[in-house]
Every structure is written in structure tokens, then in C-alpha cells.
């Protein structure tokens, strides 16, 4: 594998995942692979600006496959977005003899380092982190797996106290443009009534739905709901309405919040860091620039950045049809 590339920046930016530990780790030892150095970057852009850097060896990231977070931090950068910071970022980059840069993140790193790789011709590779699933180019990112085992085992909790006292829970979990984490954990959980922002269900046919549970036997439900569904203004707002019209039921409210960002990766997620940053590492050897690594059909794929960031990511309109058929 020939390339002019000797040495390799990694960073982590935006909202944190399970899996980017496992991810860093994956290029740092790839670097060591192939020979060539390897530049930890702390805190996002923010420290590219500042020329936060640090050696990364395979004995750096010894450890770390099992831990959530970032060893690296992450931060958002408001600098980043003007052209003056970028100059600075490039300035620091090229003193450091950075000859190309990793970014695990999201849509809006993303944006960031096809920017940053148009305006200085900076060879530039994305691992998508970020646990709502939202990417597109690829069936899985990291940290969604790892998120949904969390949501579960929540809701299964929640679910002990829902039958013991005949309650309805509403559990909000995180999604504010697309319902994958509700949807796949509203599934696996055997959730009652899953909202999503895909499909507006609306009030009424919330209770509809509510009465034919009541009227079947159920003395519980849960009802899972993502951040950015429609139904109501909020989750409290569909609390107060279904109190109002259902008085029988004793509602409650669980928001799962940032526990579903923690935790130790999956398996799932460990190995899809894995390859992921392998394969990053050895398209940028290969000449590549400007692609997110995803996967699709348990394959490495290369999606463009310019896609991965205007693309949306689709719902499972089949798994849709499976969660009808569940909550009958």
C-alpha cells in the first residue's frame, strides 16, 4: 500500500458515543500497522485550533476498547466555523507534519472536515459516532447499538414498577429528528405504543389505542416516545392530555436523558469501531479523501461526506409494520 501519508490525526467531536474509544484505539493501532505516526487531537476542532495534540502508539490505547466516552474529549467549536479559524487549524496541522485527519462524529463534524479538506486540500476520513442513528451511508453508527441495549434494560425496569401499581408510563429517549432508538428499543422492550417522528400518530388514536389496551386486559402500558416526535408539545403535554381524557390511568413520566450516551459499548459497537477504523486508516493510504467509512450488509462501505451530510437516514418501514402488529 503505497501512500505519501506518514502521519494521521484522530479526533472525536460533537456529542459522545459508545464505541469511540474502541474507534480511536482501532486507528492508532492501524497507524502503528502501516507504519506511520499517529496524533491524538484533543477536544475536537477546538484543540486542531490550539495545536492540542499528543503521539498516540499502540500502547496508548491500551484499555480503552471497554470504556464509554472519549479518551480524547470533545467539544463543539464556534471558531472552527469561521475561515480564520481554520486557517489557525490549518497552520497548527501542517506544523505538527499532519499529513491527513480522522473525525468521529456526526453530521456537523462531518460538515466541519469537508470544509476544512475543500479549503486546503486536506485529505480528510469520517467514522460516524453519534447514537441516534442519524447518518446516512451507512446501517449502523457507533454507539446506536450500545444506546438501544441501555434503553431496554431501562424500560424493562421501568416496566416492574408499570405492572406493580397498574401505571402508564410515557419513557422519553433521545431522537430529535428520527426515531430509530425509540423504534428498535420500543420493539425490543414490548413497548405498548411507540411515537415517533416519522409518523405523527396523533392524540386520539393515542387513546384509542390506550382504551383497547385497557379493554384487552393490560392493567399497564408503556409508551415509548422520541424527543422530536409531534403527537404533543412534550411529553408532559401527552401526560396531561391522556390524564384528562383516561382519568382510570395513572400516568407517570421517565426521560432517560444522557444515561443513554454512557455506558460500555456492545460488542456490536466494539467490532464496528474496529473495522471501521481500520478502514479508515487504509483509505486515506489508498489516496481516498472526503468519505465517511460505513456499513452495509456487514460490509465497510464508503459514503461521500457531502452525502453522509445531506442524506437522511430512513426509518424501517417494515419494522414499522412489525410494531403494529406487536401492540395489537
Given at each position: ?17 459508545p ?31 490550539e ?20 479518551i ?27 499529513d ?16 476544512f ?14 447514537i ?43 431522537g430529535?429528528?428520527?426515531?430509530h ?6 420493539v425490543?422492550?414490548g413497548?405498548e ?11 386520539e ?20 416516545v ?19 381524557t383516561?382519568?382510570?390511568y ?11 450516551r454512557g ?6 459497537d466494539?467490532v ?5 477504523g ?9 489516496g ?13 462501505q ?5 452525502q ?13 409494520r412489525?410494531?403494529?402488529?406487536m401492540?395489537?
Amino acid at each position: 500500500m503505497k501512500s505519501k501519508i506518514k502521519k494521521i490525526g484522530v479526533m472525536t467531536s460533537g456529542g459522545d458515543s459508545p464505541g469511540m474509544n474502541a474507534a480511536i484505539r482501532s486507528v492508532v493501532r492501524a497507524c502503528a500497522f502501516y507504519e506511520i505516526e499517529c496524533l491524538g487531537i484533543y477536544r475536537g476542532y477546538e484543540g486542531l485550533i490550539e495545536g492540542d495534540f499528543k503521539e498516540m502508539t499502540a500502547r496508548s490505547v491500551k484499555g480503552i476498547i471497554n470504556k464509554g466516552g472519549t479518551i480524547l474529549k470533545s467539544a463543539r467549536s464556534k471558531e472552527f466555523r469561521t475561515v480564520e479559524g481554520r486557517k489557525k487549524a490549518h497552520e497548527q496541522a501542517t506544523a505538527a507534519g499532519m499529513d491527513a485527519l480522522v473525525v468521529i462524529g456526526g453530521d456537523g463534524s462531518f460538515t466541519g472536515a469537508m470544509i476544512f479538506s475543500e479549503e486546503f486540500g486536506f485529505p480528510v476520513m469520517g467514522i460516524p459516532g453519534t447514537i441516534d442513528n442519524d447518518i446516512f451511508g451507512t446501517s449502523s453508527t457507533l454507539g446506536f447499538d450500545t444506546a438501544l441495549n441501555t434503553v431496554v434494560e431501562c424500560i424493562d425496569k421501568i416496566r416492574d414498577t408499570a405492572s406493580s401499581h397498574n401505571r402508564l408510563f410515557f419513557v422519553e429517549v433521545m431522537g430529535r429528528d428520527v426515531g430509530h432508538i425509540a423504534l428498535n428499543a420500543g420493539v425490543g422492550a414490548g413497548a405498548e405504543e411507540i411515537l415517533i417522528p416519522e409518523e405523527n400518530l396523533g392524540k386520539e388514536r393515542l387513546v384509542e389505542s390506550l382504551k383497547r389496551s385497557r379493554q384487552s386486559g393490560k392493567s399497564s402500558s408503556i409508551v415509548v416516545v422520541a424527543e422530536g416526535d409531534k403527537t404533543g408539545d412534550s411529553v408532559f403535554d401527552l401526560k396531561d392530555y391522556v390524564e384528562q381524557t383516561l382519568p382510570e390511568y395513572e400516568v407517570r413520566v421517565s426521560v432517560l436523558g444522557h444515561m443513554q450516551r454512557g455506558g460500555s459499548p456492545s460488542c456490536y459497537d466494539r467490532v464496528l469501531a474496529s473495522r471501521m477504523g481500520v478502514k479508515a486508516v487504509e483509505s486515506l493510504l489508498e489516496g481516498k479523501s472526503n468519505f465517511m467509512v460505513g456499513i452495509r450488509d456487514n460490509a465497510m462501505q464508503l459514503c461521500p461526506l457531502d452525502q453522509a451530510v445531506k442524506g437522511k437516514s430512513k426509518i424501517d418501514m417494515d419494522l414499522l409494520r412489525v410494531s403494529d402488529i406487536m401492540t395489537t
